[in-house]
């Protein structure tokens, strides 16, 4: 198969799913019948924030993109692009697209609360208490991988090559000034009237010069280690600063690169036009990982991915000026985000003729080799760009991720059915649910468990999230039958993620079983059988939950 036919046709199938069912997604849910948002009835100056459509698709996308899916369909290659090309477009159709406009549709007329709190006015209080839990112990994780990962980016280490450590210093220089350039960007864009189009053209020349300058001036050379401990302190920050002065302009910001990449990867593909059959010399059979269920936890972000219902509900619903931008934003950058993990598999392809490794260089050397091979002495700087980019994917998903491991942290010691808040508690609650403590302790827990080796247990996050994804859709589906719309598009989504999360577990617990016995195992395997059956309860227990509460809304039906 052709490459470039194969993305001619992931697009076209895309963009059908939006325009048609995304409208009756629209229809069916009474999508912009709620107007006005949280964000202008509860505006408060610092999380619940309007923003313009364009500027918050750009903190949705750039929030859930992360490393998933790159990393994904990397890692899924080893199963052939045919079956990962299908689990990718179908599933962001009928799957991811659901989960994340649904998340973020509910939120909104939830008063821009989490999936924990809709859990909880829809299901039960035990139920949000547990998936409070659940889901936070997941952003630790989270926090963990990702602030390892732009670590690594930016380390430079004693033993590192004298050109890695080159590239790293000025992928960390250019994030610097990165930040810096958003607080002024972001000053602008609030307290002036300059219009959405000059501030984007000032934004993106903006983004060409720190880029040209890291490029040339890169004077900072930090280990891993300090850069891991300088990455908790800036997320602390932007944790708790007013969304506007941020993460609204970083996110919009990076947006660009975002963009500017999914645009070279276009190039590449059209250039090139990989051949997707190398990928067949790569599909091989590994041991205790059958495509089913591994493929749909492999591929979660590229298809659907819990972390999606936690941005949507999280951060996006504060910020969303009107109803009607749910669906480009939401559904629509889903979609975006498939595209993304079908180029993925393109680079994937190619990448095979070099003998890439790792997703960092299979990704970003395989589209800049794609380009460099039809224009000779395009690498380098393509190259260095590529992973800039990745970087910035990363770092905005942690800051996201900090910001709503601190909405989550306060949720749970708050019972909303009291009207308790943050300003109104008292006692130990007001001290835990302070933005700065509940901020600071969840850093620290999430950069110790980075330091200490998170690596041990990242093999739990594929099921975990998708077990996120599950529980989002049962929230939706629960809350739209108790409002009397249609909630019969969310049912097998929703049955078959939680099939694929308790047979995920079971497998993986099955294994860690097996190294502990057979002697020798650290504290890895014992962590992951202990974890993976206390996930398996957990889905069984919260499945109950979704059964009894569909059971007594067709009972008031048929009543």
Known sequence: MNGLLLLIISLVLLGLGYVFYGRYLCKQWGVGEGDPTP??????????????????????????????????????????WLPC??????????????????????????????????????????????FIIFAYLTLILVIAAFASIVAGTFGVNADSAPEAAEANSRVAMVSILFIVIAIFYGLLLNRTKISMGISTIIG??????????????????????????????????????????????????????????????LVGVILARPDMGTMDTINVKVPGKPIFPVLFTTIACGAISGFHSLVSSGTTSKQLDKEAHAKPIAYGGMLLECVLAVLTLCAVAYA???????????????????????????????????????????LTSLDTATRLARFMFQEFWLDAEKGET????????????????????????????????????????????????????????????????????????????L?????????????????ITAGGADWGPYAQAIIGILLIVLAVFLAIEGVQTFVKQSKKVNA
Request: a positive charge; hydrophobic letters at 55%.
């Open 204 to 265: 993106i020349v903006a983004i060409v010069g720190i880029i040209a300058l890291g490029m040339v001036w890169h004077p900072i050379a930090l280990s891993g280690k300090t850069w891991m401990w300088l990455i908790g302190v800036y997320i602390v920050i932007a944790s708790v600063a007013p969304v506007w002065i941020l993460l609204q302009p970083r996110d919009f910001l990076s947006s660009f690169l975002l963009y500017a990449m999914l645009a070279l990867a």
């Open 422 to 497: 943050v300003q109104n508690v008292g006692g130990f609650k007001k001290v835990l649910t302070n933005p700065y403590v509940a901020t600071i302790i969840t850093v620290v827990l999430g950069i110790v468990l980075g330091l200490t080796g998170y690596a041990k247990i990242w093999a739990l996050f594929g099921s975990a999230n998708q077990l996120l994804a599950a529980l989002a859709l049962m929230a939706i589906a629960a809350w739209l039958g108790n409002i009397g719309k249609n909630n019969k598009m969310i049912f097998f989504p929703m049955i078959f993620m």
């Open 499 to 515: 099939i694929v999360t308790i047979a995920s577990l079971v497998i993986n617990t099955i294994g860690q079983f097996k190294a």
């Open 39 to 80: 964000a202008h009835t509860m505006e408060d100056g610092v999380d619940y924030v309007p923003a313009k459509a364009p500027v918050l698709m750009g903190h949705h996308f750039s929030s859930i993109a992360g490393a998933g899916p790159i990393t994904g369909p990397i890692q899924a290659a080893v199963f052939g």
């Open 352 to 394: 095979k003729k070099y003998d890439l490794q790792g997703a960092t260089n299979i990704f970003g050397g395989g589209i800049a080799h794609m380009i460099d091979d039809s224009i000779p002495g395009t690498f380098n700087v393509l190259n260095t760009l590529l992973i800039l980019t990745y970087s910035a994917f990363c």
């Open 85 to 130: 090309l299908l689990w990718i477009v179908i599933g962001g159709i009928f799957f991811g697209g659901v989960h994340d406009f649904g998340s973020l549709f509910a939120s909104v007329r939830h008063g821009g609360r989490s999936i924990g709190e809709i859990i909880n006015e829809n299901m039960s209080k035990r139920a949000k208490r547990l």
